[in-house]
Antibody
Framework: EVQLVESGGGLVQPGGSLRLSCAGS????????MSWLRQAPGKGLEWVAH????????WYVDSVQGRFTISRDNTKNSLFLQMNSLRAEDTAVYYC??????WGQGTLVTVSS | DVVMTQSPLSLPVTLGQPASISCKSS???????????FSWFLQRPGQSPRRLFS???KRDSGVPDRFSGSGSDTNFTLKISRVEAEDVGVYYC?????????FGQGTNLDI
């Protein structure tokens, strides 16, 4: 069974940084396209970043370009999202998603002073 | 960017009755490789989204056959033949053939 478990969320001040992690199990992690998506409170779903199975190509939504970095360690079945220069509008539940179909339970990031 | 437009945004239904949700994209979702990267998701209250269909009409494992997905190019439809209580939630359409990948606004189905 595919499992994705996110961690690293929390409360951070505007301008601060946070690193999210996602641990995958039950599947061949190195073969999956991996993504971070988010959902602001009471709002819809938004893609944030996306990476190829080998981690060689990465895509970012315009609103996080230059501030967020997606990375992966296939030897540890892990996906990461480094978030810098955080803004109030980045407040959301962040989901780790594999091959579009498999979702983690999400981790809440709150950006507030 | 591709814009995904769902309708209706709110869908009150009666148990046992059919339901239908439409999703239109601002440009063709037929990819250069011939595939149409279009999916439907259901997010039940308090849960992560769950994919129902990939590539328009390929039902995911465990999805009841009262659900069906259809459409092509820019027009897509999700149908439920007979709504059950467990179908309550927000339904999203999504395209992932063009970056940025994106979702429709969501359709809130309630009894």
């Amino acid at each position: 069974e595919v499992q994705l478990v996110e961690s690293g969320g929390g409360l951070v001040q505007p301008g601060g940084s946070l690193r999210l992690s996602c641990a995958g199990s039950g599947f061949k992690f190195s073969s999956y396209w991996m993504s971070w998506l988010r959902q602001a409170p009471g709002k819809g779903l938004e893609w944030v970043a996306h990476t190829r199975p080998d981690g060689g190509d990465k895509w970012y939504v315009d609103s996080v370009q230059g501030r967020f970095t997606i990375s992966r360690d296939n030897t540890k079945n892990s996906l990461f999202l480094q978030m810098n220069s955080l803004r109030a509008e980045d407040t959301a539940v962040y989901y780790c998603v594999g091959n579009v179909a498999s979702w983690g339970q999400g981790t809440l990031v709150t950006v507030s002073s | 960017d591709v814009v995904m437009t769902q309708s209706p945004l709110s869908l009150p239904v009666t148990l046992g009755q059919p339901a239908s949700i439409s999703c239109k994209s601002s440009q063709s979702l037929v990819h250069n490789d011939g595939h149409t990267y279009f999916s439907w998701f259901l997010q039940r209250p308090g849960q992560s989204p769950r994919r129902l269909f990939s590539e328009v009409s390929k039902r995911d494992s465990g999805v009841p056959d009262r659900f069906s997905g259809s459409g092509s190019d820019t027009n897509f439809t999700l149908k439920i033949s007979r709504v059950e209580a467990e179908d309550v939630g927000v339904y999203y359409c999504m395209q992932h053939g063009h970056w940025p990948h994106n979702f429709g606004q969501g359709t809130n189905l309630d009894i």
